[in-house]
Nanobody, 123 residues
Framework: VQLQASGGGLVQAGGSLRLSCAASGRTFGYSHMGWFRQAPGKEREFVATITWSGESTYYADSVKGRFTISKENAKNTVYLQMNKLKPEDTAVYYC?????????????????WGQGTLVTVSS
């Protein structure tokens, strides 16, 4: 599956953004999806993941209650709704696809990656 992330931008603290990740390929409907982020000088970190069906989700503690991941198989798209943004959310955000057992938070377990979209939160 090939992925294209979009929706990043500059927003003030407390604001909202919605990231989209458009997928091409027949396996999207059977792929678990995840969002990761990487801030300058830091390692890529897990943000959220969703099962192929969209029935189950899991979030990093740092975004729980503020971010929502969703998946629309009919549109081959996964979303990340980000509310109450904080300056520490500033990073390049990546979507990724994974098959096999769901629940991993390790980037190495995700086989397809989008190109990343930059989110900048000003204080």
């Amino acid at each position: 599956v090939q992925l294209q992330a979009s929706g990043g931008g500059l927003v003030q603290a407390g604001g909202s953004l919605r990231l989209s990740c458009a997928a091409s390929g027949r396996t999207f409907g059977y792929s678990h999806m995840g969002w990761f982020r990487q801030a300058p000088g830091k390692e890529r970190e897990f943000v959220a993941t969703i099962t192929w069906s969209g029935e189950s989700t899991y979030y990093a503690d740092s975004v729980k209650g503020r971010f929502t991941i969703s998946k629309e198989n009919a549109k081959n798209t996964v979303y990340l709704q980000m509310n109450k943004l904080k300056p520490e959310d500033t990073a390049v955000y990546y979507c990724a696809a994974q098959q096999g057992a769901w629940g991993t938070r390790q980037p190495v377990d995700f086989t397809s990656w989008g190109q990343g979209t930059l989110v900048t939160v000003s204080s």
